[in-house]
């Protein structure tokens, strides 16, 4: 058995990574032959993360709040505490908080043979995430 303390800040989501403020606590991270990465992301009211992609896939579990996914030319999904999403390896994807809430989910992944956990590309335009929000009133 390993116990850790609590030792490591609430990170900002990175500029490059996320549209709006994000914060993000580290839960598990990889070490030797273990490969499992996890993280509490909390989303403030219209943050999201740019579009990407996992190279062993990712799993987002909602904790709290309302929020958003899309895979690349799929539904935008309206997700909820307690809602599990997985998201194929290599599957372009974006998550969220909702315009008008909070969202806290656990991120949780492996990193490939090289440590990377993921491939960051282009933003989520205010204009698709609008869209995005448009398309789930009433969800």
Excluded: C
């Amino acid at each position: 058995m390993q116990l850790t303390r609590n030792s490591i800040e609430t990170a900002a989501g990175p500029s490059e990574w996320f549209t709006g403020v994000v914060y993000i606590d580290t839960v598990a991270t990889p070490s030797g032959p273990f490969r499992l990465s996890a993280s509490s992301v909390h989303f403030t009211p219209g943050a999201r993360t740019a579009w990407h992609t996992h190279p062993k896939g990712q799993t987002i579990y909602v904790t709290e709040g309302v929020g958003l996914a899309q895979r690349r030319g799929g539904p935008v999904e309206v997700i909820r505490p307690g809602d599990r999403v997985f998201f194929e390896p290599e599957e372009h994807h974006w998550h969220g908080a909702s315009p008008t809430r909070f969202m806290t989910h656990l991120a949780l992944l492996q990193v490939d043979d090289d440590g990377n956990s993921a491939t960051w590309g282009e933003h989520v335009s205010d204009e698709e995430y609008g869209a995005a929000s448009d398309n789930t009133e009433g969800r």
